[in-house]
């Protein structure tokens, strides 16, 4: 069996994905295909590890990491069955450069809900140098498909062939023709600001100038700051109320949630807010409808 | 008709454990084949499973030449000669089993075969075999032949089988094809290319126990370069320009490369057609992809990660006998000796297109390592683990972007480099990032 190629692509695309697919043979791989066509079985990633969590038990431990790019936050789980990756894991003192390899996970808690995350094979801590050269390629990467796509969107219906005939790869091809029979004309300005977005992060003369000292230049920050800090405070809590109230192992009880956030001052607007924000990063779900589970 | 089918009427009748009769299955094998028009082979096990038997217990298979076969073959006899044979061990489902491969022959064509399962007769070189029940399958484009588990291989008389003469196949019908160097493809005959010859010397090898001349080298255009065979005396110089005419293209060691004999015709052209030898003679850098459908190419250069060292990499201890790895202390076949020790890399070398495994020599490794052999052989006795040279090289290469020349092979199980030379890439990111957001807000 021919080894699966390592994906370079920003967490932002491969968070966007939501569909699964399945190749041919006798243990037939599986794969996640993005918006974008990248079909992908194996990724390579190298990001700042911000956090690793021990989310299992002591006994049974199961490491989670969050891996953030230019664009947004991979997570990774590795638990027994990953042993090597799981022993560097508990290792790391984030923050931290770190490479991953590891495989495509989808999970669907129930229609219409998917999470993305990698089930690594190997972590490494790198330094600044080769995480530089990572979103370098990520980005030859994303502009390779963000052609290709613009290529696919002016044909109707696009088929493999066709796009073979205008020079994308075949590899590639297979994958944007699944992406648009699932996806549909997907918006490509939000990938090429994505795509620009990843190139900036690398030019200095783009970076926000960092003058200590001059504590002028960060005046207008802390109005920023302010309203995230007290958003990540209530998340917090909310996290402590869900993880508290699931007693039987099915979920905390939606009512449960607004009875105690309000008992600890966590309006029902921001408890709403700070669930929806937990969703979005993967931190909790939904397993029943009208309950929460920590992840 | 009816006396060609009686052993398949035979054989599905006991198939089903003779509960239906001949006469049934005689009468149902000829509809299936005279009205649905449907293969012997697919005939046979539809009847076998619609009485509620097991297809898989078929045991007498459909004779067929070579050129006939396809992809997807269930059960097939052939009758051919062995025009190579190898062993080689591979890792199956967690453990190591020794199989054979090579090349069958027959008046109508040649194609790959694996043996996965020991036979009861060593095969040679020039053996005709009478084969049973293999199975085939396509891999890159091309039928291969598997010997399984239900094959059954008989040696045959030599004159069986007219002999097996490589190279000098049919003459070919019609006008070469002119392809360009980068893509030649394995299998394909009558083409013509256009050429420098970079170097060219003269070789004696055995061909069916005779000795034969072959004049072999390398040739270039712009596109790249290969390895060529030709197997006749055409003079060929260093440094001129050639058109090959009825050229054919035949993997050698994992490697495609350039086949001509008698059939060929050669023109020398003018010398200024194609850039100068040294121009030529570069290592082209090569995406793993289109190294993947190249099935391997010589003297090559591909940039990308080491994602991961494989098993087997650093401080080893080779059988002195026949240098195999040997795993705890024994070699397989030569079992408890007191292994030499050797440094070497097996690492997954991938460029976001595709993924080879890159080999580095004990030279080599030394490089990466700044160590020698003996400084190694000491940190694993004081560590009391060979670990030690494993994890320190896992720490200087993997995610670490690199640059590796070599040739590379592919089989069964992938590509593989030989790594030549190898250096750790040192890229100006910040300009090729300055250069690719140009281009996206001038196009903007």
Known sequence: MIREVAWRLFASEYNDANLETEGTGERPPSYIVTPLGAKVNRVFVVGVITDVENVGTDGQPMWRARVSDPTGTFHVYAGQYQPEAASALSKLKPPVFGAIVGKSRIYSPQPGTTYTSIRPEVIKSVDESVRDYWILEACRSLQKRLDAMAEAQKMDPPTKEGLVKVGVKESIADGIVQAVNHYGKVDLSRYMAMLAEGLRYLLPEYREPIAPGEPTVDAPRPTKAEPSREADESEGKVLEIIAALDADGKGAPWEGILETATTRGVSKDSLEESINALLDKGLIYEPILGRMKKI | ?444
């Open chain 2, 1 to 444: 008709m009816k006396e060609e089918l009686a052993p398949h009427v035979h054989d599905i009748t006991r198939a089903l454990g003779n509960k239906v009769s001949e006469q049934e299955i005689e009468r149902e094998l000829s509809s299936y084949l005279n009205v649905y028009r449907v293969s012997l082979d697919t005939a046979k096990r539809s009847i076998v499973k619609k009485h509620g038997g097991n297809p898989a217990t078929l045991t007498t298979g459909i004779s067929k030449t070579l050129r006939e076969l396809m992809p997807g073959e269930q059960s097939v006899n052939l009758l051919a000669r062995i025009v190579s044979v190898n062993e080689r061990d591979v890792t199956v489902e967690g453990g190591s089993k020794r199989i054979l491969y090579g090349i069958l022959g027959d008046p109508t064509t040649t194609i790959p075969f694996t043996a996965w399962e020991p036979l009861p007769v060593p095969l040679a070189k020039g053996d005709v075999v009478r084969v049973q029940n293999a199975y085939t399958k396509e891999y890159r484009g091309q039928v291969q032949v598997n010997f399984g588990i239900r094959t059954a291989v008989a040696k045959e008389s030599p004159t069986a089988l007219p002999e097996f003469k490589p190279g000098a196949g049919q003459p070919y019908v019609g006008k070469p094809t002119a392809v360009r160097v980068a893509d030649l493809r394995e299998g394909a005959s009558n083409v013509a290319v256009t050429a420098r010859i970079l170097s060219v010397e003269r070789r004696e090898v055995e061909v069916d126990g005779a000795a034969k001349a072959v004049f072999s080298g390398v040739l270039a255009d712009e596109t790249g370069k290969t390895q060529f065979s030709a197997w006749k005396d055409f003079s060929l110089k260093p440094d001129e320009v050639v058109r090959v005419e009825g050229a054919y293209v035949k993997t050698w060691r994992g490697i495609p490369q350039v086949s001509f004999d008698e059939r060929a015709t050669i023109t020398r052209l003018k010398p200024d057609l194609l850039p100068p030898s040294e121009r030529l003679n570069v290592s082209p850098r090569m995406w793993i992809e289109d190294l993947a459908e190249r099935g391997g190419a010589a003297d090559v250069t591909v940039r990308g990660i080491l994602i991961d060292l494989r098993e087997g990499s650093g401080l080893v201890y080779r059988c002195p006998e026949c240098r195999r790895v040997l795993r705890k202390g024994a070699c397989r076949l030569h079992g408890e000796v007191k292994g030499e020790p050797d440094l070497r890399v097996k690492a997954v070398l991938d460029d976001g297109s595709g993924a080879l495994t890159a080999v580095f020599d004990r030279e080599l490794t030394e490089g990466l390592l700044d160590k020698s052999l003996e400084a190694c052989i000491a940190a694993a006795k004081e560590a009391m683990s060979t670990d030690v040279v494993r994890d320190e090289l896992a720490d200087i290469l993997v995610a670490q972007p690199i640059e590796a020349r070599g040739n590379v092979t592919s089989d069964d199980y992938g590509l593989m480099m030989i790594v030549e030379s190898a250096k750790l890439l040192k890229v100006d990111v910040q300009a090729e990032a300055r250069e690719m957001l140009e281009g996206l807000e001038g196009s903007a």
